[in-house]
């Protein structure tokens, strides 16, 4: 939220305003989106390895949602820098992410 003048993030203003009219930049964002996606997709699957992640989604499909929660936020802060509706876009990513009954404490998570 450091962004007064709302330049918006580099990768995002890069993919959307330059790629699409020069090849080597599309190549270039592709690559460098494909390796977040690959960074999101090791951590989905090592969560669902050690059950902190359910199994009921893929990690692909997980990644792949966790990129685009990701570029959304990033967008909508462009022109709605508002934390706590940003914040709520995240609060059901996490829950969709969080592999704890529903009686489980905090503290309980924690020790996980």
């Known amino acids: 939220m450091n962004d007064r003048q709302r330049r918006g993030c580099l990768l995002v203003n890069s993919t959307l305003e330059s790629a699409p009219h020069d090849e080597e930049l599309q190549r270039i964002?592709?690559?460098?989106?494909?390796?977040?996606?690959?960074?999101?997709?090791?951590?989905?699957?090592?969560?669902?390895?050690?059950?902190?992640?359910?199994?009921?989604?893929?990690?692909?499909?997980?990644?792949?949602?966790?990129?685009?929660?990701?570029?959304?936020?990033?967008?909508?802060?462009?022109?709605?820098?508002?934390?706590?509706?940003?914040?709520?876009?995240?609060?059901?990513v996490f829950a969709l992410l969080d592999n704890a009954s529903p009686n489980e404490t905090s503290s309980q998570k924690q020790g996980r």
């Open 29 to 92: 964002m592709a690559t460098f989106l494909s390796e977040v996606e690959s960074f999101f997709l090791r951590c989905v699957t090592l969560g669902q390895r050690d059950d902190t992640i359910p199994k009921a989604q893929s990690a692909e499909d997980l990644a792949r949602l966790l990129l685009n929660v990701l570029l959304g936020i990033r967008v909508l802060a462009r022109v709605r820098p508002d934390r706590k509706l940003l914040e709520g876009l995240v609060r059901p």
